[in-house]
């Protein structure tokens, strides 16, 4: 084709590797595979042709994350810095559900009751798509499921108290386990939540 042109898999692997840090990279990742113009594998495939890259080990495993079903950067942290940092059970992604007409449950605990929705504000932040949140929160309940939305906050700002109190809610619904700290909270004694320091 003319002009010369880069492939769409080429093109993200390349911002992402020099993106101006961690999160813009997860971001522009996340953003290639939510808009559909492309998908993990085939960033995984261009990926495992190009040896030397910058962030290659990063790049990698937010693939594996986004393949798993975390769709967004917000998702990509929830997994990482909340449930997988602080060894909450595994939840399942894109959870398919059919209330009035097929929904996508961001983080299920199907065993213990709980849905986990993470609102950024991209597509969150007009009347219809609050009401259609609200919505899908009270046709979860009539399931006998409890819904909780997390945004920013809670899990770029807080991962260590969120972790916390979805762990709280997990053993709620039965989940036998407890939460462990994490690197960032068992780090420093005196930034720690008091709470890291005492769970074992």
């Given at each position: ?15 992402a ?30 990926l495992?042709?190009?040896v ?14 986004i ?56 597509f ?6 609050r ?9 979860a ?21 969120t972790?916390l109190?979805?762990?709280?809610l997990?053993r709620?619904?039965g ?21 890291c320091?005492?769970?074992?």
């Amino acid at each position: 084709a003319s002009p010369p042109r880069v492939r769409v898999e080429d093109a993200v692997l390349r911002i992402a590797s020099r993106a101006p840090d961690d999160h813009s990279a997860i971001q522009t990742l996340a953003d290639a595979v939510q808009s559909r113009r492309t998908t993990a594998e085939r960033l995984t495939r261009a990926l495992d042709e190009r040896v030397r890259l910058r962030r290659r080990a990063l790049i990698q495993s937010v693939l594996a994350d986004i393949d798993a079903g975390a769709c967004s950067t917000l998702e990509v942290g929830y997994l990482r810095l909340v449930e997988r940092a602080h060894g909450l059970p595994v939840g399942l992604r894109q959870a398919r559900a059919s209330v009035h007409g097929p929904i996508y449950r961001d983080v299920l605990y199907e065993t213990y009751g709980q849905i986990v929705e993470l609102d950024g504000r991209l597509f969150h932040d007009n009347a219809r798509a609050r009401h259609r949140d609200l919505d899908r929160d009270l046709s979860a309940a009539l399931e006998g499921l409890r819904t909780v939305r997390l945004g920013w906050g809670q899990v770029h700002g807080d991962p260590c108290g969120t972790a916390l109190r979805v762990g709280e809610l997990l053993r709620r619904g039965g989940w036998p386990g407890h939460p462990h700290p994490c690197p960032r909270c068992a780090g420093s004694a005196s930034t720690a939540p008091v709470w890291c320091l005492r769970v074992t």
